[in-house]
């Protein structure tokens, strides 16, 4: 059986057992069977440069994460509610990288739960249910997440509690005022409705509105006007957390703030399913007072063991010092491709988090980033788009991705560039 029957067979069973709500990348999927650092490589042994994974931050199967795991099964696996050193070892080690205003942590398996579990806290600490999220936020699958995850696909949220705002746009230094307005008449609005603010929710460098992370600390004048509502503000730090940003291991910290809440996920065990949610322990004395959690298998030793090895990579890899330097060298090299395809609009993000947007004249050029999307699969390099009009090419490789990979993503960004027709 050829290749590609055997990939329209495994497509059929798919959709038979899985059924239709899923989606698959690409319009030719990619089977993948073995992954190793920035590779991923299919069933036919063709090797894939992945400039779009951040689940797997230091690189695929990274060997110290993965005899970690090994090691760790090996002994014992079990829950909190026994006593074990090295859940507790890990979360001496992660609360260090916070500001000291950050105390406590909780851990769950996704960041979907940690969301969850950050915006239970949020309304029990504030007596509020109104939470305030960007147009093209993602936040999780859980139902109450989905209600603020319009990057779904889902029909706006009519529930009564939430606000959408538009993601701040690249405007100098007014940047900050004008999405701080966006964030007050949101919660003004909620007010007049007899709506009591419980959170404003941002992935700290926005990605599935499009990537903006310019000018560092425009996000602090929306978190004052958050709080002067009477709302906590919780950084969502899923995706640009743990060094990608490639200054210090947090978003938030880029615009010198400190979150009343932090979540964390995909990244935190490169790969094994735990996240966790930080906060002020003022915050959790409350919640704990008036409500109990518990759950199975959040921060259980093989998770904790995980997580522990991706911290010990970061640190003696550098790899926060890579995706700063790296990323500026990528992002370098993409602007110098605006010279010869007009389709390039805008360059912006920050360490190894940069978006790409691509315009067609004045229009969001959607169509054209489908396009590129899959000639770039066709030549063995993973990438997807973002933004409210799919426009927006989303680069975020492993954190172990070096100058040569970046010389390869843009030499083969040239080439599928030439293959889009002019318009």
Same mark, same amino acid.
């Not at 990348?25 to 073995?34: A, L, S």
């Not at 941002?202 to 499009?210: K, L, Q, R, W, Y």
């Not at 997807?384 to 799919?390: K, L, Y």
């Given at each position: 059986m050829s290749v590609e029957n055997s990939t329209q067979d495994l497509i059929a069973r798919r959709n038979r057992l899985l059924g239709p709500a899923y989606r698959l &990348?690409?319009? *030719? #999927?990619? *089977?993948? /069977?073995?992954g190793d650092g920035v590779w991923l490589y299919d069933q036919a042994g063709n090797r894939y440069l992945d400039a779009y994974n951040n689940v797997a931050c230091v690189g695929h199967c990274h060997p110290r994460v993965v005899e970690a795991i090994a090691r760790q099964a090996a002994i014992v696996n079990t829950h909190t509610r026994y006593l074990h050193e090295t859940v507790l070892d890990y979360a001496e080690r992660l609360l260090a990288t916070f500001p000291p205003e950050i105390g406590n942590v909780m851990f769950t398996c996704t960041g979907s739960e940690s969301n969850d579990l950050a915006l239970r806290v949020a309304r029990t600490c504030t007596g509020g249910t109104g939470v305030v999220v960007t147009k093209t936020a993602y936040h @999780?699958?859980?139902g109450l997440l989905a209600e603020l995850s319009p990057s779904l696909g889902l029909p706006e949220p009519t529930a009564p509690h939430v606000r959408l705002v538009p993601a701040p746009q690249p405007a100098g230094d007014a940047t900050g005022d004008i999405f701080a307005g966006h964030i007050r008449a949101a919660f003004d609005d909620m007010k007049r409705s007899g709506i009591r603010p419980a959170a404003l929710l /941002?992935?700290?460098? &926005? %990605? %599935?509105? @499009?990537v903006f992370a310019d000018p560092p600390g425009f996000l602090r004048p929306a978190v004052d006007a958050a709080r002067a509502a009477g709302a906590l503000f919780i950084a969502d730090e899923v995706q640009p957390g743990f060094g990608r940003c490639g200054d210090g291991l947090w978003g938030f910290a880029r615009h010198g703030l400190i979150p009343d809440v932090v979540t964390m996920g995909k990244p935190m065990g490169n790969g094994h399913p735990v996240a966790a949610m930080a906060a002020r322990p003022e915050l959790l004395k409350e919640f704990g007072a008036r409500s109990r959690y518990f759950n199975t298998f959040g921060g259980n030793p093989v998770s904790a063991a995980a997580a522990t090895a991706v911290l010990d990579v970061i640190e003696q890899e550098g790899l926060v010092e890579n995706a700063k330097r790296t990323g500026a060298y990528l992002r370098e090299r993409i602007v110098a491709l605006r010279d010869r395809h007009d389709l390039i609009h805008d360059v912006r993000g920050a360490g190894l988090f940069i978006g790409v947007e691509l315009r067609r004249g004045d229009a969001p050029a959607a169509k054209e980033t489908a396009q590129l999307v899959n000639g770039l699969r066709a030549r063995h390099v993973l990438i %997807? =788009? =973002? @933004? #409210?009009? =799919?426009?927006?090419?989303?680069?975020?490789p492993p954190l172990v991705f070096g100058r040569e990979h970046a010389d390869l993503l843009i030499e083969t960004l040239d080439q599928a560039l030439r293959d889009i027709p002019r318009g």
């Open positions: &990348f690409y319009e *030719q #999927p990619v *089977q993948v /069977v073995r @999780g699958v859980t /941002v992935d700290t460098i &926005f %990605s %599935s509105d @499009g %997807s =788009a =973002a @933004g #409210p009009n =799919a426009n927006v090419l989303k680069v975020r």
